[in-house]
């Protein structure tokens, strides 16, 4: 029988128990997440009968880039530095949804925003050298967040990630966020 | 608790029975599935153990325009007919994979080969008088497929569909096909 078994969904969920302290969780925009004292990671699309520890289930996968020009690639592949090093002992999840206006926009009006007019990918650029980080997509599954970001960093460099997510939250791009949870996390 | 309970995917399974009946299913490039009678479509990720009946099972889910600029978008919406038209009684479900390589590519050398070079769009566009039309996403969820388009039209239009298929498989675009089954279906 031909049908894959893993589905490629991770998810992230609050817990009483789990590898990451849940450090504090400040609701930017819209409605809060009941609050966890632990977060957990599963390569796997867990469903709450499966976890009936868990306070709130957020799930969603890796892709391909689907804004980054190849000059930005490029750059990107040169300075990125990999998940799981050793010092980057604080990490952030910062789920985000997006309006529907803005998901009704064409693949160049919706990079216009994300690059041309906010500067994301420029802007961010020079933060590569202390966080490092990973999009994964969540609207496509019908979650109530479209992005899940996660990043690590050395607890010195928060105030660098402080910083980055300032700038990002001044941007044209940020008009069209309608959630936003800023999750922070220690192992 | 929060969590969502329905994942947005959709399955496509290959069975004894069901609403379409296969009429043929021919492998274009690389591996071909498992024969089967009938075509059954779900709306949620089924899984094997689920489905003893199932040949073979695709998923995917739709999203967003990931390629189409505002003018096409337009002219898109303007002309694109609704799936489940009385008359389209014909549909092909038509599995396709594309290379590591292409899936390497940054976001706007994807978009070139897409349209710039292959004119994906503008070549499709006169043929949306007669095929309805729905893509659905795979390679996020680990699929062996990336794409699994679904088309819906008249029988008397066949030989329209056929010519569409035949412009496509010339283009820049196929080069980069890895895998490709066209399953024609009867209801």
Same mark, same amino acid.
Request: proline share 4%.
């Given at each position: 029988?031909?049908?894959t ?9 609050g ?13 930017l ?17 867990i ?13 969603g ?11 930005e ?7 990125s ?7 980057y ?12 206006? $803005? ?8 990079r ?9 990918i420029?802007?961010?650029a ?21 992005f ?5 960093f ?8 402080d910083?980055? $997510?300032a700038?990002?939250r ?6 069209y966020v ?9 192992k």
């Open positions: 029988m031909e049908s078994t893993n589905t490629g969904i991770i998810s992230f969920f817990a009483e128990q789990g590898p990451w302290k849940i450090a504090s969780m400040q609701t925009i819209g409605a809060p997440l009941p609050e966890a004292n632990c977060l957990n990671i599963q390569q796997s699309a469903t709450p009968d499966q976890n009936s520890d868990a306070k709130w289930i957020l799930r996968f890796i892709s391909n880039l689907r804004y980054t020009h190849r000059s690639k490029t750059m990107l592949d040169a300075h530095k990999p998940l799981g090093r050793a010092a002992h604080a990490a952030a999840l910062i789920p985000i949804q997006k309006s529907k206006e $803005c998901w009704n926009l064409a693949q160049d009006e919706r216009r925003i994300f690059e041309e007019d906010s500067k994301h420029q802007q961010s020079e933060y590569l050298q202390y966080i490092s980080r990973q999009l994964h997509h969540s609207r496509d599954l019908g979650e109530a967040f479209d899940l970001t996660w990043f690590e050395a607890p010195e460099h928060t105030e660098k990630f910083a980055l $997510c700038i990002l001044k941007t044209e791009e940020w008009q309608t959630r936003e949870i800023d999750i922070r996390l220690l």
